[in-house]
Every structure is written in structure tokens, then in C-alpha cells.
């Protein structure tokens, strides 16, 4: 009985030597991404109007999107979620700041400004944007479906509804590639969003 007991009590310490020796071998550090590109990559535009005011948000996104795991699909319906490959914040959040980001830019004001905002008075413009895909994989496309309405200020004008479907080429095999391509598709979005501002700014001046 006894070097029965510690025939078992070698095995289980092999076992746990073989595993400690598994786990500590060569794990891939868990990287974070943004889709906010960093500033100052593109010049500003000209200033349109030291008035014209924009806010942005809410941001609604699928359940999907709701972690920090990366989400990535072939456009079946089915996701991949990576472990080592996360957001670094929450993307609804992250997808308004890029986009204020851009349309200050490309509308030349920097009174824009993130849902919910605490300044006084209500913006010239709101932006509301229903995200409904974001997919692809980092080995071919990067993919984004939104729905968005820009809502003038009471009075002004009727609101806008548009749809935009996106597709930009990853450069690269990596997450890193798959985001880089989302941040362009990000980029891409607030163009079509900021024409339609600057569109409805000309109809009320």
C-alpha cells in the first residue's frame, strides 16, 4: 500500500512539473487596441464657423462588442474572440471619440464633443450612430455597417439618415493589421458624417 501511495504521489508531481513547465513557457502578452488613431496624423481643415458646435453619442453597438475580448467573423453570423488581442476601453466610447476626433478635423471647429456633454447650451449638430456590424478578419477585410442620423439643432432642419457600409484591406495578417483597417473605416465614416453636416450648415446660413 504504501509504495503504491507513493508511486501516485511521483506521477502527480510529474504531472505538475510537466504543466508549471507548459504554462511557463512562451505565452503571448495580452496586447490593447484603440480605434482612436493617434492625433495630428492629418492637417486640420479650414475653420467653417467658430460656432458650429457637434456632439457625438450615443454609440450603440452590438452585444457582441460589449467586452474586451476582439471580436473577428467571415460574415457567417459566427465570431472568433481573441484572448491575447483586446480593446482598451469600451467600444461604443471608443467609436464616438474617434469620430469626434475626425469631424473636428474635418470640419475645422473644436467645439465637438462626446455624449453625454456637460457645456452649456445644446450643440448645432448631434451625431447618433447604431453600429450595426463591425467583422471581418485580420487575414482579409476589416468590415463596418452603421447606421447614423445627424440631428440639427431644433428648428434648423430635418434630420438626416444615412447608411454606410465600409470594407477596408488588412495590410497585414495581424489584429494589429484588422484594427489599423478599422481605424481607416472609422476615418472613412466621419467623412460621409461631416459632409452631410457641412451640407445642412449651408442650407441654414
Known amino acids: 500500500m504504501r509504495n503504491s501511495r507513493t508511486g501516485l504521489a511521483a506521477a502527480l ?3 505538475c512539473a510537466v504543466a508549471s513547465s507548459g504554462c511557463g513557457g512562451a505565452q503571448a502578452p495580452t496586447r490593447y487596441y484603440s480605434l482612436l488613431a493617434e492625433a495630428g496624423q492629418r492637417p486640420s481643415a479650414a475653420p467653417t464657423e467658430k460656432t ?24 457567417d453570423g459566427s465570431y472568433n474572440l481573441s484572448e491575447y488581442h483586446r480593446w482598451s476601453g469600451d467600444v461604443d466610447r471608443d467609436i464616438a471619440r474617434a469620430l469626434a476626433e475626425h469631424l473636428g478635423r474635418g470640419l475645422g471647429t473644436e467645439q465637438v464633443f462626446v455624449f453625454p456633454w ?31 442620423t445627424v440631428v440639427p439643432r431644433s428648428g434648423a432642419a430635418e434630420p438626416v439618415t444615412r447608411r454606410t457600409d465600409l470594407s477596408e484591406k488588412c495590410p497585414g495578417p495581424d489584429h494589429a493589421d ?3 483597417a478599422q481605424q481607416r473605416n472609422v476615418e472613412h465614416l466621419a ?3 461631416a459632409a452631410t453636416i457641412l451640407d445642412l450648415h449651408g442650407q441654414g446660413t
Not at 55 to 70: A, E, F, H, M, Y
Open 13 to 15: 508531481v510529474l504531472v
Open 52 to 75: 458650429l458646435s457637434v456632439s457625438v453619442g450615443p454609440v450603440i453597438i452590438p452585444d457582441i462588442l460589449k467586452q474586451t475580448r476582439i471580436a473577428t467573423s467571415k460574415g
Open 118 to 148: 456637460d457645456q452649456a447650451g445644446a450643440p448645432a449638430y448631434r451625431v447618433l450612430a447604431d453600429v450595426i456590424s463591425m467583422g471581418g478578419n485580420p487575414d482579409g477585410e476589416a468590415t463596418l455597417h452603421v447606421r447614423w
Open 178 to 180: 484588422w484594427v489599423a
Open 191 to 193: 467623412a460621409a458624417i
